[in-house]
């Protein structure tokens, strides 16, 4: 359909009783009708008894749009007329991800408060549909506390809880609750490197790593110097060893290169590398406070 300035078809909207259904004739005009509603809604000179006709058609436009997949553009209506309250009514179990995930992908192009609106908007769908993890997510873009504390202690499972517990952990925002010991042990990460551990037990690759088993050098042809069998010792080559061995066996506690023998692989590094090597030293131990 062609727009037109003169709105005619909401002007044969209005015209009509209240029981038509809007989506009689077709799609195309509905998604038409709705851009005027918009449009319409928006102009200074409505009044007040208007806006609440446009707002009529709307509610009918909208569970339209909701049953033709076209939940965008429901989003789009309701945004225009600043009636985002009432999308939860027309939301169900299967449309709820794609109209959270429109409204959050929004929220960076709409100035304050409407970026807000839409983040609350999404996390009360996200929760009315119980979808914990996702509402945890949007409730730390809104970053307040006594919400996210809210949303944490939401669910009835204590292991939804603890999986929350532990996406706060990861963005590492601390909340104080009483009396639930465990999830603030969670949140704190506390017991990270056991965990840790007991993870890598289990899938069995406590075994440590050495550079030469990154860069299979066993599958080169072996090179020699000029100078004799043995190879040059260079500190680009330690540097980068360190560096190899510090990612590979991060959090494991133990390695074949810096653990072992005290000090002597970091001496074998110059000035600002011995530092480097001191710091690929803390990768292994990471989350380790005692060692």
């Given at each position: ?168 952990g990861r963005q590492q925002v601390l909340i104080n609750l009483e009396d639930e010991d465990e999830l603030t042990d969670i949140i704190s990460n506390t017991n990270l490197n056991t965990q ?74 110059k000035d600002g590398g011995m530092m480097s090597a001191a710091a690929a030293l803390g990768l292994v131990l990471l989350w380790d406070v005692d060692s």
């Open positions: 359909m062609t727009c037109s300035t003169e709105r005619e078809c909401l002007h044969y909207a209005l015209l009509c009783s209240s029981n038509v259904e809007v989506g009689r004739w077709g799609q195309e005009y509905v998604k038409h009708l709705a851009s005027e509603v918009g449009q319409e809604y928006n102009m200074d000179e409505t009044k007040p008894d208007m806006k609440e006709k446009l707002y009529n058609i709307a509610l009918q436009i909208v569970p339209f749009h909701m049953t033709h997949n076209s939940e965008v553009d429901a989003c789009d209506l309701l945004m225009e007329i600043d009636h985002l309250d009432v999308l939860s009514k027309f939301v169900d179990s299967t449309s709820f991800d794609r109209v959270c995930l429109y409204l959050i992908s929004c929220v960076a192009y709409v100035p304050e408060p409407e970026d807000s609106n839409l983040l609350r908007t999404a996390l009360q769908l996200y929760r009315k549909f119980e979808a914990h993890t996702k509402a945890m997510r949007v409730a730390l873009q809104l970053n307040d506390p006594k919400l996210i504390e809210d949303v944490l202690m939401s669910p009835k499972d204590p292991v939804v809880r603890k999986q929350l517990a532990y996406i706060l840790f551990l007991a993870l890598a037990r289990e899938l069995d690759i406590m075994e440590p790593k050495t550079p030469e088993d990154i860069y299979k050098t066993h599958l080169e042809p072996t090179q020699r110097s000029h100078l004799g069998s043995a190879p040059v010792d260079s500190h680009k080559a330690n540097l980068a060893s360190s560096f190899v061995n510090g990612l590979v066996n991060a959090g494991f506690g133990e390695d074949k290169l810096l653990t072992v023998d005290g000090n002597a692989w970091i001496q074998k590094h």
